[in-house]
């Protein structure tokens, strides 16, 4: 089946830090979007991308379409304690949604 | 903010036995959609549903699941004979297109 395959799949930082993950397919996607997880939550809808190259900031936080399509990375900068949850990718083809495996961030004081 | 709400939260059900999960999606979207997540995986979609009818689902969403948009507003997600394996957190998700999905709180499903 399709995968997502997302790195780090955890991080350890310390607030104000930089943060970049990122995530890796073997196919194409039309969509990337990043969304964050709060325990017991549902998924929140950070970022969309829908075209390749594409480069879009919200607030902290940037995301970009990578030029094959098959990948993308977001950026948090200068965290705060809020930022910690579980920051998925997720990619559509279809109507479907395929999820990445997730990267868990925590952020000290 | 409009936002998609689910009900209930929390549902507790013994193997063999009926569950509706329930969900209002946000207003105006056009397509609707089940997810799920046992704990600690990824988020699995289940299906989409767009013009009263499923439009794509999932090798999960077997006989056992099915769908429904009984009125204007509300969306549900039945599994008929639960199993053990179907405990997990059951998101609803609405979108006005394709790309843009919103997802709810999500109900856990634990079956005993």
């Known amino acids: 089946g399709q995968q997502l395959n997302q790195s780090p799949q955890s991080m350890f930082i310390q607030e104000g830090e930089d943060v970049s993950m990122n995530c890796t397919s073997s196919?194409?996607?039309?969509?990337w979007l990043w969304y964050k997880q709060d325990p017991g939550e549902g998924p929140v809808l950070l970022i969309a991308?829908?075209?390749?190259?594409e480069l879009t900031s919200n607030g902290r936080l940037t995301a970009q379409f990578g030029i094959t399509r098959k990948d993308s990375f977001l950026n948090i900068s200068a965290s705060i304690p809020s930022d910690v949850g579980i920051y998925f990718c997720?990619?559509?083809?279809?109507?479907?949604?395929?999820f990445g495996t997730g990267t868990r961030l925590q952020v000290f004081p | 903010e409009p936002e998609v709400t689910q009900t209930p939260s929390h549902q507790v059900t013994q193997m063999g036995q009926e569950v509706i999960l329930r969900c209002v999606p946000i207003s105006n979207h056009l397509y609707f959609y089940w997810y799920r997540q046992i704990l600690g995986q990824k988020v699995e979609f289940l299906v989409s549903f767009y013009n009263n009818e499923i439009s794509e689902k999932s090798e999960i969403f077997d006989d056992q699941f099915s769908v429904e948009r009984p009125d204007g507003s509300n969306f549900t997600l039945k599994i008929r004979s639960t199993k053990l394996e179907d405990s997990a957190m059951y998101f609803c998700?609405?979108?006005?297109?394709?790309?843009?999905?919103?997802f709810g709180p999500g109900t856990r499903l634990t079956v005993l």
């Open positions: 997720a990619g559509r083809r279809t109507d479907k949604l395929i």
């Open positions: 998700a609405s979108s006005l297109n394709l790309n843009e999905q919103f």
């Open positions: 991308l829908y075209k390749a190259g």
């Open positions: 196919s194409i996607f039309n969509t």
